[in-house]
């Protein structure tokens, strides 16, 4: 295939220039502080205004700052931000070129609507008065749950905040992002463990571990930037455990590489931890002090004999025995997972195998332990703690009806006024349905869904289609539903995936580069984005199109009523401190937007290792305020960097577990036991969660002010929003959620101990009958579910190859962004598949052939052949990122004009198969089946 042409640097200033986007054509020289020089130019302007603005790799979620300049409003270089102590100066491929996201050239223009198979542009007016006004109706004739909102892990924490505001004032639930389709497992699964679910520890906390296992992760391409802290804990003699079934990028680095049957976990898991009890090597104290069920696990794990550990992994006892042994002799020990984990039917127990390994090894709560989450985009973290979920508010308060009137007292609406606007109580406080599922709420028939109507209506705000399992349905359900709106810097595959001939409309949202606001990394440090540049073309902010949305809704006043509001534009700051006023449950009170502007302009002052302020304004903070920041920002927290930590005061970071489930269980105490206390406690043993009856009983009452007085009565630490109950807490040293035992059996799962169940699509059918799957279940997220009776059909035989997939270092997510930009796109210039040599010897089949990749679901995918022995005889490997052609057909005819990805291909997901999570609706992308079939026919169409 030949090399792509990217277009000359200074043809593209000239196409900023004509786009009237650049005041003049020319650039001052760089500074000496310069990487990444700016093209000579042979015409300057009077006068150069430049400016440095202070913003945040869109990406993934490690955080890498990025030094814009901006010269005369142009976007003209990045410099990379060596005083960051998270990313110390360095890019990967993609944080290296955000600067083309900024100014892309196909990104959408315009407003666009499909009329009789053609995009046409109209104007933003036409866009949400037509657009409002055939929601206002579906909300009239079916309800508000006919609408179903897809938000965004790309939207800022603020923007984010006000999406959830917006849809519960539509007056539903269906609403939901790209977290349930990476980490919502881990949520669930580290919450009801712990207490929170989060990454309790940081990428810089690796400088202090000994062992790392990395399990369903590959950061090396996934997470490049948080590689470098763990290659310097590697060069300190950290132990490195690779556990995949792919031999990755990642695992060259590995001192012990483990090669594993995809979907078989939890099997690993257990082999490990029966090594670990069998030679002692658990830690015993902290088991006592600080779990609830352990002993339930034991005699789980008591079943895994080396034997079945080899027989269903695939992993030979003694390859099992040094992981277990490495983890258990260098300690700490940190687990890090990602999608590898999360991404099954029985995602939520993989998660919590994984934390009760930890516990078992005593590695939650110290430094260089931890269970330590990488997730995917670049604020999936803040958009799953502030943002549109179906079954909580913001700041994860459920969706009671104690929760919905704290946060109408926050938003100064009136309860009645806005339970009105729902369907019925009923429906308000019902979890809505999921985006890995929407479209099943679209085709299933009426009376097997559990809301009035089917779903008509789909706005993609910020999601890109592909990144969704079984394509081919969602594409039905696109055709049948009466509205699908795109808003968007790209149109993403759903521009041209549909099939439809009308009713679609594309809007083109700014980029995070267009606006300002605050962004959360996965280790849950905040950092501030400065705006750029003003949004180009005729794009606008997320903030702006909510507000219109909102005026054409008849809601605008209520939406921002604590928000100023300018030139249509709500104020960011403003939304973040209405944040800071409602989100006391896990700290995103303390991070106001001053405090966070002061770390980003005062990075150089924090240690990258400990993630400390040593000097400067910031000193004693972590960066970022990682959350819990407790209590209002005027009493400066300084962040919680280790989450249970007991070796430091909770005033300076410090948490016991979270006291979130009663005070026992079956007659077994689930408060910490005397002297497991944090540092500094006042309470020398395990206590509930604080509220105005356990203040007056301990005699503190009087330690509040009278205005503090007067909101703490009659509440709890969550919803008194004064901060004075956490604030008095914490002055004696206390946690405000309590100080409890974590969990290890966690009596409210489908499977109190996690249990391994095979794949739905199996290949080992032997197995099937001696740990199967779950019940089909009526009623789950509102839609039927299956999973008992889809495993029972055998389509081993005719589809003999697992297929699993992955990422690639170049593109991200849906990829239309990183395949829109042309200096990734020549690094990566076609969708591929990998085979062993032997499959490979098969069919036959060499590299750059193309292959029909086809699945149970009956797609077939047209993809190019990688024949590697990364994967092994009787696995095929996908990267996901790709999209824009259909069963070996190209689509580019079907995007707007301009707006295609220079790089087009098979979507693996077209030919993913069915399977969720019994808990979260998590979809199943690493273990299916598929077979592979030689394409006769040279290139093709699609080439």
């Known amino acids: 295939m030949r090399s792509l042409k990217v277009p000359p640097l200074p043809s593209r200033r000239a196409f900023l220039r004509n786009a009237g986007l650049a005041g003049a054509a020319a650039v001052l020289a760089p500074g000496k502080d310069s990487v990444v020089q700016a093209a000579d130019q042979t015409q300057a302007p009077a006068k150069v205004v430049r400016e440095v603005k202070h913003t945040v790799c869109s990406h993934c979620s490690v955080g890498c700052s990025v030094e ?18 998270i990313n110390m100066g360095a890019h990967c491929a993609k944080g290296a070129s955000v600067r083309e996201h900024g100014h892309g050239e196909h990104r959408l223009r315009y407003p666009m609507k499909l009329v009789n198979g053609e995009y046409q542009r109209i104007t933003w007016g036409q866009a949400i008065e037509e657009v409002g006004g055939r929601l206002l109706q579906m909300r009239e004739q ?73 399990i369903g992760s590959n950061p090396a391409e996934a997470h490049p930037i948080s590689m470098l802290h763990f290659l310097h804990a590697k060069e300190l003699g950290a132990k490195m455990i690779v556990v995949d ?24 898991t257990w082999g490990v931890l029966w090594h670990i009890f069998a030679n002692g090597w658990e830690d015993r104290k902290y088991i006592e002090d600080r779990t609830y069920g352990m002993d339930d696990v034991r005699k789980e794990v008591a079943k895994w004999t080396p034997d079945v550990v080899s027989n269903v992994t695939g992993v030979p006892e003694e390859t099992v025995y040094k992981a277990a042994e ?118 299933e028939r009426n009376e097997d869904i559990d809301q009035p109507s089917n779903v008509r209506a789909v706005v993609y705000w910020g999601h890109a289609p592909n990144s969704q399992t079984r394509l081919p349905d969602m594409r039905l359900a696109m055709q049948k539903l009466d509205l699908l709106v795109v808003i968007d810097p790209y ?22 580069f267009e606006t300002q606001g605050s962004v959360t990394a996965s280790n849950r440090s905040i950092q501030w984005r400065e705006r750029v540049i003003q949004p180009i073309f005729e794009s606008k902010t997320d903030q702006e199109i909510m507000y219109r949305f909102a005026r054409k809704f008849g809601f605008h006043e209520e939406l921002c009523r604590n928000i100023k509001v300018v ?54 903070d972590f960066y970022g305020l990682p959350w819990p920041c407790w209590g209002t920002p005027e009493i400066k927290h300084p962040g919680t960097p280790i989450l249970y930590d007991l070796h430091k005061t909770v005033a300076d970071g410090g948490l016991p577990f979270r006291a979130n489930w009663g005070v026992e269980h079956d007659g077994v105490p689930l408060l910490a036991p005397d002297g497991s206390t ?9 206590y509930p969660e604080f509220d105005y009856v356990l203040l007056k009983k301990l005699g503190w009452w009087g330690d509040l002010t009278p205005e503090e007085q007067a909101q703490a009565e009659g509440k709890n630490w969550k919803t008194d929003a004064s901060g004075g109950i956490i604030r008095v807490s914490i002055a004696h040293g206390c946690a405000p959620f309590g100080n409890a035992r974590s969990r290890a059996s966690v009596w409210n799962f489908p499977d109190p101990v996690p249990v391994h169940r095979e794949p739905l699509m199996s290949p080992r059918r032997d197995l099937v009958a001696r740990f199967p799957t779950y019940d089909d279940r009526r009623t789950l997220w509102r839609l039927p579910t299956l999973f008992k009776s889809l495993q029972a059909v055998d389509f081993s035989r005719q589809f003999p190859l697992i297929m699993t997939s992955g990422r690639l270092v170049e593109y991200e997510g849906g990829g239309d962004e990183t395949r829109s930009n042309p200096w990734l796109a020549e690094l990566q210039q076609a969708m591929f598949v990998e085979i062993n040599p032997l ?66 291909g098979e979507a693996a997901n077209t030919g993913w198969t069915y399977g969720y999570d019994v808990v979260t609706m998590m979809q199943e992308t690493k273990v299916s089946l598929c077979r592979l079939a030689p394409f006769h026919g040279g290139l093709g169409k699609g080439a």
């Open 245 to 268: 079934p792919r031999f990755t990028r990642t695992a060259r680095f590995a001192h012990h590489y483990v090669r594993i049957r995809p979907g078989t976990d939890i099997a690993f």
């Open 68 to 85: 814009a300049v901006v010269e005369n409003g142009v976007w003209v270089r990045q410099d990379t931000a060596f005083d960051s102590p």
């Open 326 to 443: 490495m983890l258990a002799k260098n300690r700490p020990s940190s687990v890090v997972w990602c999608m590898g984990i999360t991404q099954h039917h029985v995602g939520t127990a993989n998660v919590r195998a994984l934390c009760i390994l930890q516990l078992a090894l005593g590695n939650i709560g110290i430094q260089g332990g931890g269970a330590n989450i990488y997730r995917g985009h670049d604020n999936v973290q803040g958009a799953t703690d502030v943002g549109p979920n179906p079954d909580s508010l913001p700041g994860y308060y459920g969706i009671a009806e104690g929760a919905w009137k704290h946060f109408c007292t926050a938003w100064g609406v009136d309860y009645d006024w806005l339970l009105k606007r729902f369907g019925s109580k009923e429906l308000m406080e019902k979890p809505g349905t999921t985006v890995s599922r929407w479209f099943d709420a679209v085709l």
């Open 491 to 512: 149109p993403t595959m759903t521009a041209a995936m549909h099939g439809r001939k009308d009713g679609v409309y594309l809007l083109p949202a700014a980029t995070q």
């Open 839 to 904: 499959d490979a010897a098969q069919l036959p089949v060499k590299t750059r052939d193309f292959v029909w990749v086809e699945t149970p679901s009956g797609a077939r995918l047209k993809i190019q052949a990688y024949v590697t022995p990364r994967v092994p005889q009787g696995l095929v490997w996908m990267p996901y990122h790709f999209g824009g052609w259909w069963m070996g057909e190209d689509q580019r005819k079907n995007y707007p004009k301009g707006a295609a990805p220079i790089v087009l």
């Open 567 to 620: 030139q249509d534009e709500p104020v960011i700051e403003d939304i973040l401190r209405e944040i800071n006023r409602t989100c006391w449950t896990i700290g995103y009170t303390g991070c106001s937007p001053e405090r966070l502007k002061l770390h980003m302009e005062h990075k150089g002052d924090f240690n990258p290792t400990t993630l400390r302020a040593e000097a400067g304004p910031c000193k004693g």
């Open 142 to 214: 079916a309800g508000p749950d006919s609408i179903f909102w897809i938000g965004s892990s790309k939207h800022n924490n603020e923007q984010s905040y006000l999406l959830r505001k917006f849809v519960s004032m539509f007056g539903s639930n269906n609403t939901d992002h790209q977290a349930r389709i990476c980490h919502s497992t881990t949520v669930a699964g580290v919450a009801q463990t712990f207490g929170y679910g989060a990454m309790t520890n940081s990428f810089n906390d690796l400088h202090f571990s000994k062992a790392v296992l990395f």
């Open 678 to 686: 944090n540092k500094g406690s006042e309470i020398d043993t395990g």
